[in-house]
């Protein structure tokens, strides 16, 4: 039985838990990592691939979990093939790739009680070690306190499940309304991370019509929306939203919430281009452009360089635009409300005051 497999049955176990078989004070620890699951993904991915090694490997000391660690064993790459995929199969918090691309966690130390890695929360940070301590002392416990770390994870995502009412063919919408509702959805200050994804999904939404509508886009394909919280040092991706045509990247997005189009910007977007070569690259931003000379020069030289067409413009007049080229205002809103209601990397938060924000602007 692979990690995969194991984590699946796991789960399963879970799902079926009545009583956990831990102590007080090592369920309060695994409270501790579920309730942190969403804000700090890399503690609990990485826990939950650790005891899963160790059920698999009982003698592993799974504290060391860089093979360049005398008898360790590389962590990141079984997080890497099964258990963030797997996770994100079942539904779960995970992170885009691995645990171990948080700089706290993929530092050359053994997970033992003085480790040193930048943790930011200390509770946190203890209650990640003290559980490894425990199951390296006592390796049965690896099924019971993974089962359990599941089990709370779970609850809590049944617990944060914000259902979102679709918007009525009767209800009072139109271009301007709708506009007006995704400025408000994108201007909100949360007091949260994670509403950056939001413009994202409205694009990605829009795209999904405009590739099955406009002549343009006949026979290109829309690339899966990937998580938000991935860096540009790590994403394979050459934006936010991807489009193909026969395998070739066509068109790639931009979105940028809040932050400037500027030359340092544009020179990032320029290293896209030249790497992943599409046809057309789209920069959209609810800043301002700043260093508008630079700006434009730098578009011209990509095109003269490189022969692709960069389009700089702000996030909502772009919106707004695409709006107009869409069949259907009604299947776009819904289509967005749904793509925000299941997405796993919003907050409860996110949901709630978008909930709001509809009996504000369409339910009259």
Same mark, same amino acid.
């Given at each position: 039985?692979?990690?995969?497999?194991?984590?699946?049955?796991? +789960?399963?176990?879970?799902?079926?838990?009545?009583?956990?078989?831990?102590?007080?004070?090592?369920?309060?620890?695994?409270?501790?990592?579920?309730?942190?699951?969403?804000?700090?993904?890399?503690? +609990?991915?990485?826990?939950?691939?650790?005891?899963?090694?160790?059920?698999?490997?009982?003698?592993?000391?799974?504290?060391?979990?860089?093979?360049?660690?005398?008898?360790?064993?590389?962590?990141?790459?079984?997080?890497?093939?099964? =258990?963030?995929?797997?996770?994100?199969?079942?539904?779960?918090?995970?992170?885009?790739?691995?645990?171990?691309?948080?700089?706290?966690?993929?530092?050359?130390?053994?997970?033992?009680?003085?480790?040193?890695?930048?943790?930011?929360?200390?509770?946190?940070?203890?209650?990640?070690?003290?559980?490894?301590? +425990?199951?390296?002392?006592?390796?049965?416990?690896?099924?019971?306190?993974?089962?359990?770390?599941?089990?709370?994870?779970?609850?809590?995502?049944?617990?944060?499940?914000?259902?979102?009412?679709?918007?009525?063919?009767?209800?009072?919408?139109?271009?301007?309304?709708?506009?007006?509702?995704?400025?408000?959805?994108?201007?909100?200050?949360?007091?949260?991370?994670?509403?950056?994804?939001?413009?994202?999904?409205?694009?990605?939404?829009?795209?999904?019509?405009? &590739?099955?509508?406009?002549?343009?886009?006949?026979?290109?394909?829309?690339?899966?929306?990937?998580?938000?919280?991935?860096?540009?040092?790590?994403?394979?991706?050459?934006?936010? =939203?991807?489009?193909?045509?026969?395998?070739?990247?066509?068109?790639?997005?931009?979105?940028?919430?809040?932050?400037?189009?500027?030359?340092?910007?544009?020179?990032?977007?320029?290293?896209?281009?030249?790497?992943?070569?599409?046809?057309?690259?789209?920069?959209?931003?609810?800043?301002?452009?700043?260093?508008?000379?630079?700006?434009?020069?730098?578009?011209?030289?990509?095109?003269?360089?490189?022969?692709?067409?960069?389009?700089?413009?702000?996030?909502?007049?772009?919106?707004?635009?695409?709006?107009?080229? &869409?069949?259907?205002?009604?299947?776009?809103?819904?289509?967005?409300?749904?793509?925000?209601?299941?997405?796993?990397?919003?907050?409860?938060?996110?949901?709630?005051?978008?909930?709001?924000? &509809?009996?504000?602007?369409?339910?009259?």
């Amino acid at each position: 039985m692979n990690h995969s497999e194991l984590l699946k049955e796991i +789960y399963n176990s879970a799902l079926n838990l009545i009583a956990s078989e831990l102590t007080e004070a090592h369920s309060t620890l695994i409270e501790l990592i579920a309730n942190h699951a969403l804000n700090q993904k890399g503690v +609990y991915t990485v826990l939950v691939t650790l005891l899963t090694h160790k059920i698999i490997e009982p003698s592993q000391d799974v504290r060391l979990h860089q093979s360049n660690m005398g008898g360790g064993f590389s962590g990141r790459s079984i997080d890497t093939k099964h =258990i963030t995929p797997t996770l994100r199969e079942l539904g779960l918090p995970c992170m885009s790739e691995s645990g171990w691309l948080t700089r706290s966690l993929e530092q050359p130390y053994a997970y033992t009680l003085d480790y040193q890695g930048k943790i930011s929360n200390t509770k946190l940070k203890q209650a990640f070690l003290q559980i490894l301590d +425990y199951v390296e002392n006592e390796p049965t416990t690896a099924t019971p306190l993974l089962t359990y770390l599941l089990f709370c994870v779970i609850q809590k995502s049944k617990r944060d499940i914000v259902l979102i009412t679709k918007i009525d063919d009767k209800d009072n919408f139109t271009i301007d309304s709708i506009t007006a509702f995704l400025e408000a959805c994108f201007s909100y200050n949360y007091k949260d991370f994670g509403g950056s994804k939001l413009p994202v999904i409205a694009f990605h939404c829009i795209f999904q019509q405009l &590739i099955d509508e406009l002549k343009r886009y006949e026979g290109c394909t829309l690339n899966k929306l990937g998580s938000h919280t991935a860096s540009d040092r790590t994403s394979k991706t050459a934006g936010d =939203i991807e489009i193909f045509k026969n395998g070739e990247l066509i068109e790639a997005i931009e979105i940028k919430l809040d932050k400037p189009i500027n030359a340092d910007l544009m020179r990032q977007v320029q290293q896209k281009i030249y790497k992943h070569n599409p046809k057309r690259y789209c920069v959209f931003s609810s800043g301002q452009v700043i260093e508008a000379e630079a700006v434009k020069n730098i578009v011209n030289e990509i095109k003269e360089n490189h022969g692709c067409q960069v389009i700089v413009n702000g996030v909502v007049p772009t919106l707004k635009y695409y709006l107009r080229l &869409i069949i259907s205002l009604q299947n776009f809103i819904n289509d967005f409300l749904t793509a925000v209601e299941n997405d796993s990397e919003l907050k409860p938060i996110h949901k709630t005051v978008i909930v709001r924000l &509809i009996n504000l602007y369409f339910k009259h």
